[in-house]
């Protein structure tokens, strides 16, 4: 519907965009929330750098390994590697940190509206922050889940005591092999609940949530209702952004809102009901809850 057409970039001024931005979270009948991988950027939440070879030095001296999103994909030789990598991937961006500041400041700007979030992020952050675990959607999975490598059942597993107890036994890049994990009904290796390919299991929670997100979006499809996407690329558009699009054009009332670092921008055919605000993540979520502190 959009792609053939013009697309706008930045609607406005940086002041202007703030205000209007947050007097749609203030008047709007409810705000729904699009969360990708560059709102957990911005809570330093970083798969490279500094960061990365604090932690994956070793990977990164064996293999060449340079992020934390492609170590996941390398091949490696043996489980006890296998799960060496992912008990770490797993304990430094699910467990072994806090919320993060922008989570934590758009928790205040919407805790007293009807509000949803819809993330494809899989890092817990939204719960950590303290969102209703009932008004979340993780629509690519949880790192603290694991699964049936070969989807035999449809039940997902926690996973955090394993987890920890593999970072605190492996040792050169192994864990001892007692610890790989194995489901409990065919007895094929686990694996963790990320949807990469056409074996990701759907629970009943993820089903029930889906529920819930279609619930959400039915009572508030012919009201004002604000579409808030944060930090989404373009690796999955057709989960939040293309959707989102689509509800802003056929509701007069929505309004969409875009805060991305060097990528905020709209189609043209909603940029009269459309907020794009170029921008760090933290520091606009931020600069909106300082303002809205302020007296009237």
Known sequence: MFL?????KSIGSCSDNMKRLK??????DAVLVGAG?????????????????????????????????????YPYDTLEEYWAWWSRHIYYNRYDLPAGKPYKDLLELVKNKDYFVLTTNVDHQF????????????????????????????TTYDNEDAVREMVAEQSDMRIPTRLIPRCPV?????????????????????????????????????????LLE???????????????????????RAVYA??????AYCPQEIADRAVCINGDINSVLD??????ALPQ
């Open 4 to 8: 053939n057409r013009l697309i706008t």
């Open 23 to 28: 007097e749609e979270i203030e008047t709007a």
């Open 37 to 73: 991988a560059g709102m957990s950027a911005s809570a330093g939440l970083t798969y490279s750098g500094e960061r990365f070879y604090r932690y994956f030095w070793d990977f990164h001296e064996k293999y060449g390994i340079n992020d934390i999103y492609s170590g996941g994909f």
């Open 127 to 154: 719960q950590l922050a303290g969102f209703d675990k009932k008004r979340l959607f993780y629509t690519q999975g949880d790192y603290g889940l694991w699964q049936c490598s070969k989807a035999c059942h449809d």
């Open 186 to 226: 065919c007895g094929a290796p686990m694996t963790v609940n990320l949807r990469s390919d056409n074996l990701f299991v759907q629970d009943k929670g993820w089903y029930a949530a889906a529920k819930r997100y279609e619930n959400f979006i039915g009572r508030y499809e012919r009201r004002h209702i604000l």
């Open 230 to 252: 944060l930090g989404v690329g373009l690796n999955t558009p057709a989960i939040i952004k293309y959707p989102f699009w689509q509800m802003t054009a056929q509701n007069i």
């Open 258 to 263: 875009c805060i991305n670092q060097g990528d």
């Open 287 to 292: 600069a909106l809850l300082r303002e809205a």
